[in-house]
């Protein structure tokens, strides 16, 4: 099971760190993902890390603004957000492969936890 949390209302500017806390105990041998879904869109890739850490991918539109880390003795992954803006207003859900290896690609990610809302205000 996954947990996300650290969601909130923030003001443009601002930053954020999403948590996502796994009850699993296979956690550390697996990539993990974040994706958000805003309003009447469909949900689209933001971040991935490998099994380890020492691997990381970010989308376009979240580039040099968001580090993703993992503490595998926590079982926790992170998603650090700087310099947010109203355009990254959506519900951000983490995920797990079963693969150790990151991908973007939503459909390969099989654990899903249940969001955590972040509103940007302008």
């Known amino acids: 099971q996954l947990q996300a949390s650290g969601g909130g209302l923030v003001q443009a500017g601002d930053s954020l760190r999403l948590s996502c806390a796994a009850s699993r105990g296979s956690f550390s041998s697996y990539a993990l993902g974040w994706f958000r879904q805003a309003p009447g869109k469909e949900r689209e890739f933001v971040a991935a890390i490998n099994w380890s850490g020492t691997s990381t991918y970010y989308a376009d539109s979240v580039k040099g603004r968001s580090t993703c880390s993992r503490d595998n003795a926590r079982n926790t992954v992170y998603l650090q957000m700087n310099s947010l803006k109203p355009e990254d207003t959506a519900v951000y859900y983490c995920?797990?492969?079963?693969?150790?290896?990151?991908?973007?690609?939503?459909?390969?990610?099989?654990?899903w936890g249940q969001g955590t809302l972040v509103t940007v205000s302008s």
């Open positions: 995920a797990s492969r079963v693969n150790s290896m990151l991908t973007t690609r939503l459909n390969e990610y099989i654990y």
